[in-house]
């Protein structure tokens, strides 16, 4: 028999019928399969969890069959309580399936410390924009006699004097003792 002649015969047409049954059948074994194993049909929404601590965070959370993993603490948020979730990815109101892992940020308990610049001998107006710039606010202005007009001469956080390289939080209010241009 020829190569024509069998693309003609019964053999042939019935081996098609047979692999395209086989193919029909194998696509529906597998699109239950997946439907059964990818719960295809569950939803979880996701909560609010803005403001949660982490205990409270993790209760609801295997309340409803999820878990979490805390991925960054962000920039200090003094509107948030310390420790407390600020962003959160799934959002809230969005549908996952149970076991999915919500992905937390959190609030830090306190300001980064920042490392204090040594502004020995610079000018009151250098000095203000320089500590400003890094995340200080600036207090009261007190003088010292000394030669140079408003130069700085040292440095009080909380009445206390600081020298360069040391550390305080961020937004720490730091004033300024300054040469009152007078001789002595």
């Known amino acids: 028999m020829s190569f024509f002649g069998f693309l003609k015969s019964k053999s042939f047409f019935i081996q098609i019928g047979i692999a395209a049954i086989g193919i029909l059948l194998f696509v529906f074994v597998l699109q239950w399969w997946l439907g059964f194993t990818t719960n295809h049909d569950q939803k979880i929404q996701v909560p609010d969890l803005n403001k949660m601590s982490l205990t409270d965070v993790e209760t609801k959370l295997k309340e409803l069959n999820l ?24 959002e809230a109101g969005d549908f996952v399936k149970e076991k999915r892992k919500i992905y937390l940020t959190l609030n830090p308990s306190k300001y980064r410390d920042i490392t204090i610049p040594d502004l020995n001998g610079r000018t009151k107006r250098q000095a203000t924009t320089q500590l400003q710039s890094i995340g200080f606010k600036i207090g009261e202005f007190s003088y010292i006699p000394d030669i140079g007009k408003d130069v700085v001469r040292g440095l009080k956080s909380n009445g206390k004097n600081i020298k360069p390289g040391n550390k305080l939080p961020k937004n720490s209010v730091i004033d300024l003792i300054l040469g009152d241009g007078e001789r002595k």
């Open 67 to 90: 878990d979490f993993i805390v991925i960054d603490s962000a920039s200090y948020n003094p509107n948030y309580p310390n420790k407390s979730v600020i962003e959160q990815t799934p």
